[in-house]
């Protein structure tokens, strides 16, 4: 595991399915997301940008401190939602990557001190026909009491925030 940006050391994650979320089914007995949104043509190479620099958590209004300019494994996020010292902060890692001509986007996974445990990707892909895609896809589970308390009210965040991300990136793509 790499280390904790800022000097310190090692924060392991805290679920297991490491990398789940990069090809195949979710694993079962989590909650799962997954929300697909058609991106407009020819954005491929902004949106993927918009996604691997973090542009697209910042745009959404998502406070995100990064140990690199761009997500690649081992790299620590912190992400904060919500004003001053009430905001929701959640540390992760990247645990995967992708960057080429078909894919482009990254999954990370919860540190300690994230309300849940899981993983969520954020990837965008271009097809045989040509048309881009975004998706998030992610599995959790309540870790702590707040997100215990949320019940229906957490899942109903986490598939707004998807559905919030994709809104978003249709608008940094229409922008180029």
């Known amino acids: 595991m790499a280390g904790e ?17 990069r090809d195949g089914p979710l694993p079962e007995g989590w909650r799962r997301v997954r929300h697909r949104v058609r991106l407009p043509d020819g954005c491929f190479a902004t949106a993927g940008a918009a996604v691997l620099g973090w542009r697209l958590h910042r745009a959404a209004g998502i406070r995100i401190t990064a140990d690199a300019p761009q997500a690649a494994p081992g790299v620590t996020v912190v992400s904060r939602i919500g004003p001053g010292p009430l905001a929701l902060t959640a540390p992760c ?19 300690p001190g994230h ?18 895609w975004f998706e998030v896809r992610a599995f959790s589970r309540p870790d702590s009491p707040l997100m215990r308390a949320a019940g229906p009210a957490g899942r109903a965040f986490q598939h707004g925030y998807a559905w919030w991300l994709g809104r978003t990136l249709r608008r940094l793509c229409a922008r180029r």
């Open 115 to 132: 309300p849940a445990a899981g993983e969520e990707a954020f990837v965008v892909t271009r097809d045989a026909s040509g048309a881009v």
């Open 93 to 111: 890692r990247v645990v995967w990557a992708a960057d080429d001509d078909r894919r482009a986007g990254f999954g990370y996974g919860t540190l």
């Open 5 to 21: 940006g800022g000097g310190g050391g090692v924060r392991e994650l805290t679920y297991s399915h490491v990398g789940a979320t």
